[in-house]
């Protein structure tokens, strides 16, 4: 694995921290880049002692987008390529079955913004800025910006910043729902590893089924989605975790479940 572009740390609480680390880039994607991602990804699904991830980025950038010398080179067969690659790389992420958070340390740009919104949750630091500039560029998101964009702040809101280009700062992306927290850079990895330990002592097959549901349910007839909500609840209902949560709750003591 290309560990010098993507740096893991696994800690105890069960959480993989993953680094981007190209600061010379400003952590752009390119093709390396989003190959070692994905493969500590892939990693991380079938490993039990993985229970969240932790994503951020290295220096003072989150993320600035796709690599744009890469970018220079792609015609209309290779592009579409590209930005399936991409696609398939944060859809990756955001079905991987466990919660993810994005702690944005600085810019999210472009690519970057759409690696942010492909993860379970984000929080920011105060300086932070997201853009979707692509059109500056004669392109258009293609790790798709268009589409999560619009189902995270509106329809409206999305068309105004893909079609603008302009930078929205922490606050407004707080405002519009983007983020749901912002925090100092001293204390993000601190407040983001907080989140996520404490959602790693909760049931993971519930969670997984939170996830599922709200990813697949959101476009759905609302009868539809009622009922596959309604199927994982039975699907709950039956696991181990379910018998440990509701004894633990009438015992008036904490639940340590066992993900079966």
């Known amino acids: 694995m290309a560990n010098h572009i993507v740096r893991t740390e696994q800690l105890s609480s069960g959480i993989l921290q993953i680094t981007l680390s190209r600061p010379e880039a400003l952590n752009a994607l390119n093709t390396e880049l989003m190959e070692a991602l994905l493969q500590h990804l892939v990693a991380a699904k079938d490993n039990a002692a993985v229970k969240a991830i932790l994503l951020t980025g290295e220096n003072k950038a989150f993320c600035a987008g796709a690599d744009i010398h890469q970018l220079e080179k792609l015609d209309a067969h290779s592009g579409e390529a590209f930005a399936r690659r991409g696609q398939a790389l944060f859809r990756y992420l955001e079905q991987l079955g466990k919660p993810s958070l994005a702690a944005i340390n600085g810019f999210a740009m472009g690519g970057g913004c759409e ?65 749901s927290e912002i925090t100092t850079a001293e204390n993000l990895l601190l407040r983001a590893r907080e989140i996520l330990e404490k959602l790693c002592q909760l049931a993971p097959l519930a969670l997984k089924s939170v996830m599922t549901v709200v990813d697949h349910g959101f476009d759905l007839p609302l009868d539809d989605a009622l009922a596959f909500e309604a199927l994982h609840f039975g699907l709950c209902c039956g696991t181990h975790d379910k018998n440990i949560g509701v004894k633990a709750f009438l015992e008036k003591r904490a639940a340590v479940f066992e993900g079966s």
């Not at 630091?125 to 853009?131: E, L, R, S, T």
């Not at 979707?132 to 702040?153: D, N, W």
């Not at 105004?160 to 992306?173: D, G, N, P, S, V």
Request: positive net charge; charged residues 20%.
């Open 115 to 179: 690696l942010a919104m492909a993860a379970t949750m984000r929080i920011a630091v105060a300086h932070a800025q997201f853009a979707q500039p692509e059109v500056k560029l004669g392109v258009i998101p293609g790790f798709g910006g268009t589409q999560r964009l619009a189902r995270l702040v509106g329809k409206g809101r999305a068309l105004e910043l893909c079609l603008t280009a302009r930078t929205l700062k922490a606050e407004e992306a707080l405002q519009w729902g983007l983020i």
